[in-house]
């Protein structure tokens, strides 16, 4: 029989406390697979989140080894090849208890960044035809599979430094807003984005990118923006 996995898992809502767990190996055992363990076999009061298990909700993000990452989609032979893991909430958000932290300021600055569509008044009736190789379509499509899992968030180092940052998840989303041809809030969501707080805050780390589980460049989606913005000021609309 091969060696339990060591599992440190931060507990309580300050961090301060650590639990420990000898956990057995399974075949193509997930990080989550081992969470769920411990909360089953070992410690019911444990708790964190999750729903779907195949990668389309993003609740079960958490830190593992350091890293936000997906822990549905991890797997431990990849995250933890010595055999020990090191569980924490995400980062950059308050905790609820264990590996559960409140979403709540970060979708709020959703909002802040106008990131909600915002149909044109002129549209009229009929359905609105958005060619599939426009520009603007295509620049939407890098950017519009975010599911809105929080990991870029944990992971942006501008975010830990200002907590008013709008950060990567809202940048993005109002990158794709702004290239629908469909929106009519352009200039009010450019006014938010460009905000001391807003895209001109990123200073392109990638950190980003580099951790979004669905491969997409956020950090390129802000790169978009402060390019529209300076245009748009250049222009006199902001």
Not at 120 to 149: M, N, T
Request: charged letters at 25%; glycine letters at 8%; proline letters at 7%.
């Amino acid at each position: 029989m091969s060696d339990p996995l060591l599992v440190a898992v931060q507990r309580g809502t300050d961090g301060r406390r650590v639990d420990r767990f000898e956990v057995p190996r399974q075949p193509a055992q997930t990080v989550l697979d081992v969470v769920t363990w411990i909360q089953r076999e070992a410690d019911p009061s444990l708790a964190y989140r999750f729903a779907c298990r195949v990668g389309m909700c993003g609740s079960c993000a958490m830190t593992v080894n350091g890293k936000p990452r997906w822990t549905c989609r991890t797997r431990v032979e990849k995250a933890a090849p010595d055999g020990r893991l090191v569980l924490e909430p995400l980062r950059n958000m308050p905790v609820v208890k264990d590996l559960v932290v409140d979403m709540a300021p970060f979708f709020a600055k959703w909002t802040a960044a106008r990131g909600v569509f915002a149909p044109r008044d002129d549209l009229g009736e009929d359905f609105a035809v958005v060619p599939p190789a426009s520009p603007g379509r295509r620049a939407a499509d890098a950017a519009i599979e975010c599911i809105g899992c929080g990991v870029c968030y944990s992971a942006c180092d501008v975010v830990a430094w200002r907590s008013d940052y709008l950060g990567p998840a809202a940048l993005n989303r109002a990158w794709t807003l702004v290239n629908d041809t469909r929106d009519g809030a352009a200039r009010e969501r450019l006014t938010a984005v460009a905000s001391d707080a807003g895209c001109h805050a990123c200073h392109s780390h990638g950190s980003c990118t580099q951790h979004c589980p669905k491969s997409l460049s956020p950090t390129a989606s802000i790169a978009g923006l402060k390019r529209v913005v300076l245009r748009a000021a250049l222009r006199g609309e902001l």
